[in-house]
C-alpha cells in the first residue's frame, strides 16, 4: 500500500476541513522532501553504474553498499578499540589496587592507553583543530576588520596586505608555519600537540581573509543617519562601537564568518593531510598509502563524513546567524 | 529680551571637484527662548546646512553660532535633532531607542527608577505607551517618527531641531503629529526650529517663519511672524482671513519672489553643483525613499 493510498483512507474519515487539510500538508511534504529525495536516488543509481565502470590498481571502485558496508565496519573496529580501551584501564586499577593491599604507601602511576586513533577519534581532532583555528581567526579578524572599518588610514595600511595573502593556499603556508611552530614553540611539556598548533595556525592563515574583509565592509555601511545620531548623543568611541557600529555590521559580518568556517573546513583536511597531523586528512593519506581493496570505500565514506560535516558547520553557523541577527526573514 | 540662540554672519562653502560651491552667504537669524521657528524655502536652498550647522554636524566657513552664551562647535543632545527618516538603531525596541539618549545624557544625574520613568513619560508624550516592545519595522512610519520625537524631547534639549520631520508621511499622519506637536510644545514650551516644504505645516505651527532665497549662496530672504493666537484649530484656521492672509504671504515668497528658473540646462547644472552639499546635509532624495514606506 502507497503513502497516497494510506492518506486518502485516513483522509476519508477525516471531517472536511481537516481533510483538505491534511491532503494539502501531505502534498507539500511530498514537494518538499520528494526533489531531494528523487535526487539522492538517481545520484546512487549513477554512483553504482559508473563504479562498475572504473577499474583502479585497488580493485573496482567501490559503489553505495561497499562503502556502507564499510561505514559500518569502521564504527565497528572505533567500538571494539573503545572496548580494548575500557579493558586495559580496568586491568590497569586492577593491578594497582592488587600492590596497594600489599604496599599501601606506594604511589601508584597511571598510563593512558595508546592504540591507533579510530575514524571517529579523528573526526573529533579534526573538529576540535578547525574549530580552535576558526576562533582564533574570528579574534583577530574581527576587531581587525571593525578598525579597519572605521578608519580609511588603517583601512588602506592592511587593504594591500590582505590582498596579497588572501589567495595563498593552505599547502603553500604549510611549510613555514611547521618550521616556524617546530622552532618557536618549544616546551618540555606543551600545552597541544606541535600537529594540531601547526594545523590550527594553517587554518587561521587561510579563514581570516572573508571575516576581515566582511567585517570591514559591513562597518562602513554604517548608515550616515545613525552615524549623527551618535555624534549628537556624543557616543565615546567605545559605546559608539558597541552600540551602533557592531549591530549594523552583524548581517556582513556574519556571512564572512560562515565562508570562514567553510574555508577553515577545506583547509583543515588538505593540512591534515600534507603534514600528517592527525584528523580526518591523515586518515584519508593512511588509507591511500594503504592501499587494500577496502581502502577505495573507507576513503569514499571519509569524503562523504567531511561533507556531512561541513555542511553541519554551515547550518550550525546560520543558525547562530539567526539568533543575533536583527533583521529579520533574512 | 536676550535671544537664547543667535546666528551671526554665517557663511558656508563646500569644496567640490568642480571648485568651491558656496551654500550659505552672510545668514542672520535670532531666535528667544520658547520660540517655534519653521525655515521654508525651495529644496536646494541651504535650510538643512542652517539646521546641520546649529545641530554642530557641519562647521560654519565663516561667522558663527552661540547658543546660551556659547559657541556651538559639535553636535550635543543639547540640540537633539529629530531626522527626517527617524534614525532609530533598527536593531532596538522603541523603549531601548529612547532608553539609549536617556542613559548617554542623564549618566550620573538621574537614578534608575527616575530614568524609566522618563522614558515612559517621554514616550506617552508622543502616545506611543502601546507599543514599547516593538521594533522600528513592526510600527508604521508615522509611530517611528514620534518615536524619533520622543528619543530627541527626552534629551531635554534647549533647541529641539526638527529636519523635515512630517516630510515622508501621508497627510492624515503629518496632521495628527502636527496635532501632537503643538500639544507638546505648548506643555513644555520647547524652542523649535523646523525645515519644512509645506506652507501649511509653517503657518500652523510657527511662530515665525523665515523664508530662505535660493542658492546658490542662500541667505535669509524675509522673516514672516504669525500672530495667530494659540492653540491653533486647523479647521477653524481654514476659514480665517488672516490665516490665508500669512499663507499667501509664503507663497507670494516662493512662487513669485524666489520662483525657481527652470531653464532647463542651467538648472541642471545648478543640481549638479548642489548635489555633493545636498549628500551631505541630508537632503538626498535617496533618504526620503527610505522614510517613506508607511
Given at each position: 500500500m502507497n503513502a497516497t493510498s494510506l492518506v486518502s483512507q485516513i483522509s476519508a474519515r477525516l471531517p472536511d476541513t481537516d481533510r483538505d487539510s491534511l491532503l494539502r500538508y501531505s502534498r507539500q511534504l511530498l514537494r518538499g522532501l520528494g526533489a531531494p529525495l528523487l535526487g539522492l536516488a538517481l545520484f546512487l543509481l549513477l554512483w553504482q553504474f559508473a563504479a562498475q565502470k572504473v577499474d583502479t590498481s585497488l580493485g573496482k571502485f567501490p559503489g553505495p553498499l561497499a562503502v556502507a558496508e564499510q561505514a559500518a565496519n569502521l564504527y565497528d573496529e572505533h567500538a571494539a578499540e573503545r572496548d580494548k580501551a575500557a579493558a586495559f584501564y580496568q586491568r590497569q586499577e586492577d593491578r594497582i589496587a592488587e600492590r596497594l593491599a600489599q604496599q599501601p604507601e606506594w604511589q601508584p602511576t597511571r598510563r593512558s592507553y595508546t592504540g591507533a586513533p579510530t575514524f571517529f577519534d579523528q573526526i573529533g581532532t579534526s573538529l576540535i583543530t578547525v574549530l580552535a583555528g576558526f576562533v582564533l581567526a574570528s579574534i583577530v579578524a574581527i576587531p581587525l576588520g571593525i578598525v579597519m572599518g572605521l578608519s580609511r588610514f588603517v583601512s588602506n595600511a592592511v587593504n594591500p596586505l590582505v590582498q596579497l595573502f588572501r589567495p595563498v593556499s593552505p599547502l603553500a603556508w604549510l611549510p613555514l608555519v611547521t618550521l616556524v611552530v617546530s622552532a618557536v614553540y618549544?616546551?618540555?611539556?606543551?600545552?597541544?600537540?606541535r600537529s594540531f598548533v601547526v594545523s590550527m595556525i594553517t587554518v587561521t592563515l587561510c579563514c581570516l581573509w572573508p571575516t576581515l574583509i566582511n567585517t570591514a565592509v559591513g562597518v562602513t555601511t554604517v548608515s550616515q543617519d545613525l552615524n549623527n545620531v551618535s555624534k549628537v548623543l556624543r557616543l565615546g568611541w567605545f559605546t559608539h562601537v558597541r552600540k551602533i557600529v557592531l549591530p549594523s555590521a552583524i548581517p556582513m559580518m556574519f556571512t564572512g564568518l560562515r565562508v570562514s568556517l567553510g574555508i577553515a573546513w577545506m583547509v583543515l583536511i588538505a593540512a591534515e593531510m600534507l603534514?600528517?597531523?592527525?584528523g580526518l586528512g591523515k586518515f584519508v593519506w593512511d588509507e591511500f598509502q594503504n592501499g587494500s581493496s577496502q581502502s577505495l570505500s573507507r576513503i569514499m565514506v571519509a569524503v562523504l563524513a567531511i561533507g556531512l560535516i561541513g555542511f553541519a558547520l554551515d547550518r550550525l553557523m546560520l543558525m547562530a546567524q539567526r539568533r543575533v541577527d536583527w533583521q529579520k526573514g533574512d | 529680551m536676550k535671544p537664547l540662540l543667535e546666528i551671526s554672519a554665517v557663511d558656508m562653502r563646500f569644496t567640490t571637484p568642480k571648485g568651491t560651491f558656496e551654500a550659505l552667504k552672510d545668514v542672520n537669524l535670532k531666535i528667544t527662548e520658547g520660540e517655534f521657528v519653521s525655515l521654508i524655502g525651495?529644496?536646494?536652498?541651504?535650510k538643512s546646512t542652517v539646521l546641520n550647522l546649529v545641530g554642530g554636524l557641519l562647521q560654519a566657513s565663516s561667522g558663527g553660532i552661540i547658543l546660551d552664551g556659547r559657541e556651538v562647535s559639535e553636535p550635543g543632545p543639547e540640540r537633539a535633532i529629530v531626522f527626517q527618516n527617524h534614525s532609530l538603531l533598527p536593531w532596538l525596541t522603541v523603549w531601548q531607542n529612547v532608553e539609549l539618549a536617556v542613559k548617554t545624557v542623564f549618566k550620573g544625574k538621574k537614578s534608575r527608577a527616575e530614568m524609566r520613568d522618563w522614558i515612559e513619560h517621554n514616550l506617552a508624550l508622543v502616545n506611543m505607551s502601546h507599543a514599547?516592545?516593538?521594533?522600528?519595522?513592526?510600527?508604521s512610519g508615522g509611530m517611528k517618527q514620534r518615536v524619533g520625537i520622543a528619543r530627541a524631547l527626552a534629551m531635554q534639549p534647549r533647541v529641539l531641531l526638527m529636519?523635515?520631520?512630517?516630510?515622508?508621511?501621508?497627510a492624515l499622519t503629518r496632521a495628527h503629529l502636527q496635532d501632537t506637536l503643538m500639544e507638546i510644545q505648548r506643555d513644555l514650551n520647547n524652542t523649535v526650529i523646523m525645515i519644512t516644504h509645506d506652507v501649511d505645516e509653517a503657518v500652523l505651527l510657527s511662530d515665525r517663519i523665515v523664508m530662505m532665497t535660493n542658492g546658490p549662496s542662500a541667505t535669509v530672504g524675509e522673516i514672516l511672524p504669525i500672530?495667530?493666537?494659540?492653540?491653533?484649530d486647523r479647521l477653524a484656521l481654514a476659514d480665517d482671513a488672516h490665516y490665508n492672509h500669512l499663507r499667501h504671504e509664503v507663497l507670494r515668497f516662493l512662487y513669485e519672489k524666489q520662483r525657481k528658473v527652470e531653464n532647463i540646462p542651467a538648472a541642471e547644472k545648478k543640481v549638479a553643483a548642489e548635489k555633493k552639499p545636498d549628500a551631505e546635509v541630508s537632503e538626498a532624495p535617496t533618504r526620503r525613499a527610505v522614510g517613506s514606506d508607511l
Open positions: 618549544t616546551s618540555d611539556d606543551p600545552m597541544f600537540a603534514a600528517q597531523n592527525p | 525651495h529644496s536646494g536652498c541651504g514599547l516592545d516593538k521594533r522600528p519595522d513592526e510600527i529636519d523635515e520631520p512630517f516630510g515622508a508621511l501621508d500672530d495667530l493666537p494659540r492653540p491653533r
